[in-house]
């Protein structure tokens, strides 16, 4: 049996560690924050993210402790140090600030400080009056710290800390004297920076960071297949895509991502609504990757040319707005690789090639690769070079297809790969399976997540799911990214609640996450036909043919999509680093909830029930948001521009499905005097 | 400035590990449990016990897992294997159990059980009819695994392995017929055992355990002055203390600690009530360690010889009881210690030695040790081997006088060193000091811990107390020992409550955990008075001044005690692994909760009120403790022998302070019908 080398114990104890003064090390680093899996894996935040870094810190006996956050970029010798603060019962914090994307380290540093304790024991002696020959040879004892520290130091504050050493030992000085010198305020700091830290104790784990771009956290992604943007039911390509992106960017979306744009096999390839037989004029699921006309490196051919691509990735930047490309690592029986690498491949004993199958379901127009294949270095190389491929050509976001069917390790490695050259890469995690295993993607490196959103539609499903993601270990590593449908997935909620349900969604998809996105035109288009009730299927899915969007139609969602991009841009606490509170509403349907930062306080107030007017109290804790509970305050309504003046914890909300199906208000405090007009900021 | 060599990082990524298969090892295991600081410190259990490990195990995609807890003894090459169970959610749990004391390793091993897969699979294809060539080919696949296995067993297990592989295959046969074979019950655990596991995943760490013996976690401590221990106020001896341990042992306690024993210093020695001044017949505290006539491997020369000592341990035994010694690790300023070796203690610039002192107060008796001298080394040796010489004379259990004002890395190593050669070793921290450096030198070592019971009064603060000592990571950790009261420590409640108070706190302490103790006979005669209104200090302590005690003394608690010893050890529930859970009583004064085990239900309520007669309804929630609800059941009062009928949820109970202040009932479960007499097991 071939078994993995055994694990080792992490963490060796102080008297196997090596260190010829662990005995004398007195300090206790231990439960530093965050930290994930005991830093195997990294925290992530964004540019500008203040880092904040807490542990537990003590030491034996009463001695004074200073402890540090230190950090560095990965790669590099030198630790920044950042003074920590004690907050209670022996918990420290400190931070530090990033301003650059990377990978960093941190960890946290502690020493005994003998000067300090000191200092304060001296201002204890000096209160009762201690003199005589002890409280002289304490004076020395500091004298003598003060001067080690001066050895250390150079220009005025050597010469500062000398003259005091000295003023603390003059016979011609009364001792009273000589405390005040002792306690000159500047000295700790000085003392701190240039004294020994000798027998430091630092966190046993350098503890991992990667800072990504504020994209990352906050992103508004429209999905769209560019076969259909052609006119009428004519094969789209990338210059009509070109066109539409200007559709797209009038709504105000950030990220525009476009379906696998590569050759589709022709063998077993499937017909409309996902039927096992095609004709000859059926343009199958981009999904079934590779034919003759090439692999994942290739752009289909009646989409244009890898030119017509660059042309396309060029105007979106034009446009403000970045094409994201759907990576989907399996094959259609006639890609390239399936000639060129059949060892690539799972095959039978009889010698055939395994589709994918989840018996008794067969896909019999994809090839999963096998990444246990003894050629999986060779494999782990290939797909590498495809994402490379396309980075190559100006994309930095990729929507990675079910990347829960390939190994863990795999992601680990090709995002870590790629990063270090390029940090500004954004990875979206396509994974609808279990819990663990979609923590476990976030952790080994993608920068974003589907959700379980798509399927969390009341009050209670909606809190217990934000609970779970806006807390550590989760907020940490994984970035949700909320989807209200997509192309693989029409909810029953939207099938079921027509126009109002898709408008309750978007907002609850806008304001809930930071990140979110949409699949369209179908979204705001309303088309909410089931291939079958029961089913999450669309009818007549754009997967298998192509669509005749009339993107002009008056019941579209466009203006409140367009409306929620700008309330978003222009409201930072909805960019993802806001508390998110729920509030009572006397209303099982009327979810309500805040986003509250040091100077922002935005209220989403949405009506769940697609079908009935409803209405409640909306209870706020004016208090813990900062406001003043005798005052009155103005809830601005961001989507109509109406505003309304709200007084005291408890105010009433009505929500209609067939108008205003919710409401996104900024709170604003009242901070004039009625000397002013203008009441509200 | 001398720094700490750099920390490292735990668990480097895959890609970095060196294992050559990295990118193959599908499998995630991933939180396992118990783990105290990711594997740095040992999880505690005792001989007999089932160590229960839960980890996070999955693979991508959905093939089949198998998982397994991996166990050996310290030091030990071979593994042993114990199967585990997916629980929930690709959380798994197993479990095995160690009977013999010693240091333990384990963690959690995983493969992607292909065989399995295959006939989850076949199953399915069966069920559909599946057949052809590709039906074909799996047959062929299924019996090739078999063949692997077999190739790897032997005897009757290789021949079924073969026998059956080839069946698979035999076109003989009819395809239902062959697939009956592959689904044979027998083979799964065949092709486990024998099958390939390569490409199996470790958990990267290796976790440590320590298990005790029973002892370590249930005992019951009984404190006294041996040097109280002769007639009237003449200095008692060794012998005298021999004849009290008749006292003791006829209450039924486990453990009998005395402090420490060795000679006391002359220099600034204590007079009665912490005087500073001293009569030449003052005997001094006896933690003020150290003279001319000897130092810690020395024993009082009043108390008799070395050998009047052994006798004692040796009289302990024989009443199936253990001597706990008491270590103090410090100086009477005429230790032979001072004079041998001065560069094992803190000086002053002027050469003085300093006493112990917290300023403004003074310490003059007291030298302490100087952990971070250059001569370390020597002074950790120095003091291990005083616990060896303590060892070597019978003595396996240390009550450690204030270890938190010594460095957790010495506890660390010399309790590893020592429970190396004896681990039966059980070491008492005396540390009353914050909780994360209470929690750490549990950490460190010790087997048990002096608590905050002693100031935990009111039932809210014993109900948050017990929920943070009865969860991990405290209780993987952290054994409780809950005293009333210590020589040092004499709480306001005791003071205040009378005897009433001391038998409530008696009652709590010994049911609440499963180790307590007193300090007696100041306890059982309920010596409350203190020094001064507002300490906590014994009037005329016993610290200072040798005792008479009137052991017969009509008001003593000696029954009380003897029945809840006696209650202690025949009721398993209170022997430390229950399900601790508190029960409402309608009444903020009193006090219920219930120990619950697969057979035992013991509840306790207490009436906190030491003046008052109170009342109220314990509620029991019957179901949960395996009770059915509509029928009545027995309690059955321990200490007065008195037996309740109860029904339902709700009962009365009522607790006079004049009387019997406390209840430890034994719920008894009717389980016979109306023919028979005795009702109640």
């Not at 066109?243 to 390839?269: E, N, Q, T």
């Amino acid at each position: 049996m071939t078994e993995h080398t055994d694990a080792t114990v992490n963490n060796p104890r102080p008297a196997e560690s090596g260190d010829v003064d662990w005995g004398r090390r007195r300090i206790v680093v231990e439960a530093v924050t965050p930290q994930v899996d005991g830093g195997r894996f990294p925290v992530k935040r964004v540019v500008g993210d203040s880092i904040v870094v807490e542990a537990d810190v003590f030491v034996d006996s009463h001695d004074a402790i200073s402890a540090f956050v230190l950090h560095r970029r990965k790669g590099e010798e030198q630790w920044r140090e950042s003074p920590m603060e004690l907050i209670i019962n022996d918990h420290w914090s400190g931070s530090f600030r990033i301003f650059e994307m990377g990978e960093y380290e941190y960890t946290v540093r502690a020493f005994v400080n003998t000067f300090r304790s000191w200092r304060r024991d001296l201002t204890k002696r000096a209160e009762v009056g201690q003199k005589g020959p002890e409280m002289e040879a304490e004076m020395k004892a500091g004298s003598l710290m003060m001067e080690e520290a001066a050895s250390n130091a150079s220009g005025e504050e050597k010469d500062f800390l000398l003259m005091q050493a000295r003023r603390l030992v003059d016979e011609n000085l009364y001792l009273t004297e000589r405390i005040g010198y002792a306690l000159d305020d500047r000295l700790p700091e000085l003392v701190d920076r240039h004294g020994s830290r000798s027998l430091a104790t630092t966190f046993p784990g350098i503890l991992p960071l990667t800072v990504d771009r504020e994209r990352a956290r906050f992103s508004a992604w429209y999905e769209f297949f560019p076969r259909s943007a052609g006119k009428g039911t004519q094969h789209g390509t990338f210059k009509d895509a070109e066109k539409f992106l200007d559709y797209v960017a009038s709504m105000g979306f950030d990220v525009v991502y476009l379906p696998p744009i590569h050759p589709i096999g022709f063998d077993h390839r499937k017909g409309p609504n996902n039927a096992t037989e095609s004709g000859p004029d059926d343009v199958g699921s981009c999904w079934a990757i590779g034919s003759s006309e090439g692999g994942h490196k290739s752009v289909h051919p009646k989409l244009g040319t890898i030119e017509d691509f660059d042309r396309l990735v060029a105007r979106a930047r034009e446009l403000h707005m970045e094409i994201a490309l759907d990576i989907a690592f399996q094959c259609a029986p006639d890609h390239p690789y399936v000639k060129e690498h059949p060892d690539w491949f799972r095959h039978r004993p009889d010698g055939t090639i395994r589709y994918a199958e989840n018996p008794p379901k067969k896909y019999q127009d994809i090839y999963p690769f096998d990444f246990e294949t003894d050629a999986w270095r060779p494999l782990y190389n290939e797909l590498k070079s495809v994402l490379q491929f396309w980075i190559d050509r100006g994309v930095k976001i990729f929507r990675i297809d079910n990347p829960h069917t390939k190994p863990f390790a795999f992601w680990e490695w090709v995002i870590g790969e790629l990063k270090q050259k390029h940090p500004d890469l954004i990875f979206l995690a396509e994974a609808f399976t279990k819990p663990r295993a979609m923590e476990r993607l976030a952790k080994a490196g993608f920068t974003q997540s589907y959700t379980y959103f798509t399927w969390r539609n009341t009050k209670w499903e909606l809190q217990e799911y934000m609970r779970y993601l806006t807390n550590p270990p989760v907020s940490d590593i994984f970035r949700p990214n909320f989807w209200p449908n997509t192309p693989d997935i029409l909810p029953e909620y939207l099938q079921t609640g027509g126009r109002a349900a898709s408008a309750a969604r978007l907002v609850l998809a806008g304001t809930l996450s930071s990140s979110y996105g949409i699949y369209g035109p179908a979204f705001e288009l309303v088309d909410v036909a089931p291939r079958k009730i029961g089913t999450e299927e669309y009818l007549n899915s754009e997967k298998y043919e192509i669509k005749d969007w009339d993107i002009d139609a008056p019941h579209s969602l466009r203006d409140l999509m367009t409306a929620l991009n700008r309330i978003r841009r222009e409201n930072t606490a909805l960019h993802g680093n806001a508390e998110l509170r729920f509030h009572e509403t006397e209303c099982e349907e009327i979810v309500a909830y805040s986003h509250h930062t040091a100077n922002q306080i935005v209220l989403t107030v949405v009506n769940l029930d697609a079908h009935h007017k409803r209405s409640g109290f909306v209870h706020l804790p004016l208090q813990e948001l900062g406001m003043d509970p005798r005052r009155q305050y103005q809830v601005h309504d961001l989507i109509t521009d109406k505003r309304f003046l709200w007084h005291g914890e408890r105010n009433y909300v009505e929500l209609d499905p067939a108008q205003d199906n919710a409401h996104i208000f900024r709170v604003r405090r009242h901070i004039r005097s009625e000397v002013d007009f203008d009441y509200f900021l």
